[in-house]
């Protein structure tokens, strides 16, 4: 599933009618957008047990608190970002500030050949930033936040953002081409 | 944002492939109406409370005379680890009703009996003295509550009754419980407290509310009956997301007098139970504690902890015994599950999505008594879960009573594991606990439960959609049968369909199956065997529109069926014209548009 398709005034009814505690349209947003937040949390966790605790946690904020977002049209990386917060948090909570990524490696492990990045090294890599930095290579390669939402997602201006960003994916480029 | 370069391109294409890993799956409408249940949204203040109870005279006397008995005797077993059971010390849970000569409660009610509408939620709470349930039912307006009604199900009959009382609550949402010792049956909200004399059939609404802010995401998470005091008690706990979670903190703890309207905070000293994903409690009346199951979270995860709670010392124990991991009805292993409290075994049963399992207080020991089967949580294709059949305990017939909808009630035997219908569904073609890998039943007639296959195309039901109401925020004049429980609701991994929780083929003139084997990952599949229209006729024209894919003849328990691939993005909609129904996963409406516009 991907969530990139409700937009526009119907966001925005939906947005309210869930604020409002209306579970039809809340179940609309789960729908929606439920799989971009478990990319997310699992690219942010490393672990798919953490993954679904987080994204759990993270539909809870999101049913109480959604009522207090001020701009509807922007639930997507309000939702993100919760979801990365609620990440954060889990994998804080496991001890240390990196977790030990654990995901058994389906199918083939040398990833999509074509990448030249085997799968296995993206694991050993991403495991070495934090989860905040997973999280933003995740809302901007796999759910393509532009720069101002990652700011907001993170909590700073877009080009703080940027600048994160471009740290890890050099940190990345570092250790998957060079290293 | 600069464009990317290659290594980047490369990244963002390793990172996808990573990503299908990703725990995405999920069943939106059950997510959503487990928080609507658990966490209903709060608008009001909460009103003052007065703090101090008013004791009841002659428990206290018997308390004291029963514990100067036991003090002389030695007998007197202080602190907080279970007592070997001390009947004298617990007074009977309260006055039981039994069934009059010549009742048949194993056998069916009527089939033609009126039942509560579809957005009946469960028994709640069971008036030992009248021997009947007490459910409260929203009735819905398209998507809004506009009011409830109060209904009975008599255990000794299996016959529901309408009751109509002089008022009602706004809302069903909130705990019940039923008062042996005022002889009412309590409902508990955010925002309002309620009392029910069944006899007299009359509503009262209670001024005082539970002390507890509000603001805080602090929760009534549960609420048992304790026969030493005559009271109620209410636990709150801290529901937090991990977040807004700032450390354990135990549950908030009150009693409550129904008969005076005042909350009274109890006591607690030593270390307490920490549930901070919730915790829940019933009273166990064989050893006069409070048992609680509490959903934590930790480094090493998700899980629970068993915790007992002396009301008498206030004092708190953690269980010896390993609990065992009972997920929740709703699937999550971060909320507790149900639970009862059997009185013919006094042990304490937890059932939910991870199977049942039984706890003896005396003995501080955990049985498994069904291994759960269904070990994936919410996001996963639904199997069998006992949560979804079962809801409270009969002390009359001793035995859980669940329902699958509105329509069927069950029974089940903790002693035997055996089910037994109490309430035929009104339509054929519903699922029974069998046909969810649950166990043994007891049929009520041969063949009242085909299976959902074998009904593919059904063309003997004859229903129309006439009822209407929202699903998806769609307009109701565009919906036929809709409304939760009675929709399509996802994929089954089991069995090459789709689910219809609480919904049989009786109630749709169009049944929808995908085989899912064949599909590609990120792509979603409609199929239809449409009465009264040609399917191979009616796909030809889908497969034109714009973000259909070609159609698909596809073999879905040996019947033939179109399946149409959307090439779209997510999204579900149902929407309904005349006597077809859609169950698409794209965008929707500009395609749903086209699809009617294309109807024959």
Known sequence: MNGQVMGGQRVVTTVELAGAGDEVAFARLVATYHADMARVAFVACGDRELAEDAVQAAWLVAWRKLHSLRDPDRVRPWLLAVTANEARQIVRRRRGPVVEIDVEVRGDPRGDPSTGIERLDLRRALAHLSPDDRALLAMHYLVDLSSDELGAAVGTSASTARTRLCRAVDRLRKELRDG | ?600
Not at chain 2, 111 to 121: K, L
Not at chain 2, 432 to 460: I, K, Q
Not at chain 2, 492 to 500: H, M, V, Y
């Open chain 2, 1 to 600: 944002m600069a464009e990317r370069d290659r290594f980047e391109l490369d990244l963002g294409t390793a990172l996808s492939a990573y990503a299908e890993d990703a725990p995405t799956q999920v069943r939106p409408t059950e997510l959503a109406r487990h928080f609507a249940t658990a966490y209903p949204h709060r608008r009001t203040v909460i009103g003052r409370w007065r703090p101090v109870a008013t004791p009841r005279l002659a428990w206290i006397l018997l308390l004291l005379a029963v514990l100067l008995t036991a003090m002389a005797g030695g007998l007197l077993v202080v602190g907080s680890r279970p007592p070997q059971k001390l009947p004298l010390v617990v007074p009977p849970i309260g006055q039981l009703s039994t069934c009059p000569a010549g009742s048949t409660p194993d056998k069916p009610g009527p089939v033609d009996q009126a039942r509560p509408p579809e957005s009946f939620g469960g028994m709640r709470a069971f008036d030992r003295r009248a021997g009947r349930f007490v459910a409260l039912v929203d009735i819905l307006t398209g998507n809004e509550v506009t009011g409830v009604e109060t209904w009975t199900f008599d255990v000794c009959t299996n016959g529901w009754t309408r009751m109509h009382p002089n008022r009602e609550p706004s809302r069903s949402a909130g705990e019940l419980v039923y008062d042996v010792d005022s002889d009412v049956t309590i409902l508990v909200t955010s925002r309002e407290v309620w009392a029910y004399d069944l006899r007299a059939d009359t509503w009262t609404r209670k001024g005082s509310l539970p002390p507890i802010d509000p603001t805080s995401s602090i929760h009534v998470t549960s609420w048992a009956y304790d026969p030493v005091t005559g009271l109620v008690v209410a636990a709150a706990a801290e529901i937090a997301a991990a977040a807004e979670f700032e450390g354990s903190r135990p549950p908030e703890l009150w009693s409550y007098d129904v008969a005076t309207d005042t909350w009274t905070p109890i006591r607690q000293g030593g270390q307490a139970a920490t549930g901070d994903r919730g915790v829940r409690f019933v009273y166990d009346a064989s050893a006069d504690r409070m048992v609680g199951f509490a959903a934590t979270q930790s480094e090493d995860g998700s899980g629970y902890e068993t915790w007992l709670f002396d009301l008498r010392t206030g004092t708190w124990s953690r269980a010896g015994a390993d609990t065992p991991n009972i997920k929740s009805l709703w699937g999550f292993n971060a909320y507790p599950p149900a639970m009862v409290y059997d009185e013919v075994a006094e042990r304490t049963v937890v059932f939910g999505e991870g199977g049942m399992a039984a706890y003896d207080t005396t003995e501080d020991r955990w049985e498994i008594l069904i291994e759960g089967n269904a070990p994936e949580p919410i996001w996963s294709p639904p199997g069998p879960s006992y949560g979804w059949w079962m809801d409270a305990y009969d002390p009359v017939n001793k035995r859980l009573v669940g329902h699958r909808d509105a329509d069927s009630i069950w029974a089940f035997d903790l002693a035997t594991g055996q089910w037994t219908v109490l309430i035929e569904a009104v339509r054929p073609g519903g699922t029974t606990p069998a046909d969810n890998g649950l166990g043994p039943v007891v049929p009520a007639r041969p063949g009242w439960a085909p299976d959902l296959e074998a009904m593919l195309p059904s063309d003997v039901n004859g229903v129309t959609f006439t009822k209407t109401s929202v699903v998806g925020g769609i307009p109701s004049t565009r919906l036929g049968k809709g409304g939760w429980g009675t929709v399509p609701l996802g994929f089954d991994g089991l069995k090459p369909a789709l689910d219809f929780y609480g919904s049989t083929l009786a109630d749709l003139d169009i049944a929808i199956a995908t085989p899912t084997d064949w599909l590609a990952a990120d792509t979603f599949a409609i199929a239809f065997q449409v009465k009264g229209h040609d399917p191979t006729e009616l796909a030809r024209l889908l497969a034109d529109l714009p973000g259909v894919g070609p159609a698909v003849t596809a073999t879905v328990g040996g019947k033939q069926v179109q399946v149409l691939r959307s090439t779209g993005g997510m999204g579900v909609d149902l929407y309904v014209k005349d006597d077809v129904l859609f169950y698409v996963f794209t965008d929707g409406t500009p395609l749903i548009d086209g699809i009617i516009a294309a109807l024959p």
